[in-house]
């Protein structure tokens, strides 16, 4: 029977699984074309994977210091509460609840969705009853709730049937992290190795640059920039392991740990894999390419190639979707438990001792942002919403050093104050260029709105609950979940 409290039944591996696994989705098959045509430059291409790997790791360490300090389930939910009070710890839950987190878990979902129909014939809508069903939201554009529904089906399938299985046991979900982590690694191990040692590999092609690519100057300066938000995408979730805190078997040594140990692997595998794809495609085809890995593999094996890649791909999305269901409900509990969300999704299960309503909730959310097909637009204007939460909560190591001096941290981020204060410099400089980049665009007429201003006006959508729930427990202050 449950005591009303989450066990902490994740191991160290486990912990590394959900790492691994939450970073490498589908960054690394999708995104090397465009930052290649944004630099024309192999060289480059490797230095900007490895640049976003140390400076992501710069903000795990910071936030591992915070997480071993306070370990408690709902990551930085809780330590924003710590470090700046309610006020801003409900902006992080809700902007969290409401599109980052959700939409992040549909658009990994969706990949995997698409990529089954290398497979499968997944079944389709007439076009005409596509657009009966369609619906227009202002600002936003026409959504088709049944377009692309093969796909769909797939991905919410994938979605409720993963939810399911970590609402029944939190180990059997951390257990199949482990699985389906292990074997994305050996399958990109795999991948490498084939590429790396091909007939058609040219070693040449590492130091050739593409001249009629390749900018110069400032421009070359706002490339690296854009090609490192496309860098950072692919290390997106690292902080999936925080959430789930609470649940981990010594927090104060196996959170550290596996954010170092995780976030080496990632750098280490996107490195290999970015060498291997430049040794047989010049820079040009890579930038000029929809499916790097697809390309590149077919290559090299020909028509099997496709195929080995759209399996590691599913296998890969797999089990990030997993990781992000896992760790990302784990917001949503902490903030019923806090009494800054409905209470139900604060209740453990009494038999299963998961957040089992903040799961369903997360879950349903999710799907509905699946339907909606406008799930890769609210995830782009909550990139900046994201981005400034993650240099906060590096800034607040700073903070809680200063209110806390005397609190005991089991682990003290390496190199300090310089590893936090770079990621800090870094994170805020970057959200003041992605927003300089947002308004440009929009003065040229090629937004209909500011994306980054738009992603702060749904968080702040979220005031009318906080308010409601500061009322809630000022009315009845010895109500607890």
Known sequence: MSNGKLTPTLGLWTCVSIVVGG???????MKPASMASQLGSPELLLVVWVGAGIITLFGALSNAEVAAMIPETGGQF???KAMYGDFFSFLYGWAAFA????AGNASIAYVLGTYTEYFIALPQFDAGLVEKVSFSIPFIGKIFPLQNFGVKAVT?????????????STRSGGDLQVIFTALKILAMAMIVVTLTFSSEGKVANLFSDSVAIRPEGWALLAAFVAALSGAFWGYDGWNNITFVAGEIKNPQRNIPRSLLAGLLICILTYAL???AYELVLPIDKIAGSSMVAADAATMVLGAAGGGAIALMVIISTFGTTNANVLATARVTFAMARDRR?????????PRFNTPGNALLLQGVWTSLLVLSGSFDMLTDMLIFVSWFFYGMSSLGVFILRYKMPDRERPYKVWGYPVVPAVFVVFTFS????TLVSDIQQYQAGKTMLINSLLGVLLTAMGLPLYWYFKRRCRLNPEQQN
């Open 23 to 29: 970073i490498i989705g589908s960054g690394i098959f």
């Open 78 to 80: 809780v330590f924003f």
């Open 156 to 168: 919410i399938l994938v979605v409720i049937g993963l939810t399911l299985i970590n609402y029944r």
């Open 99 to 102: 599109v980052f987190n959700t």
């Open 341 to 349: 969300f409905f209470d139900f999704a604060g209740k453990v299960h």
């Open 273 to 275: 894999i970015t060498v």
């Open 430 to 433: 970057f959200l003041i260029a």
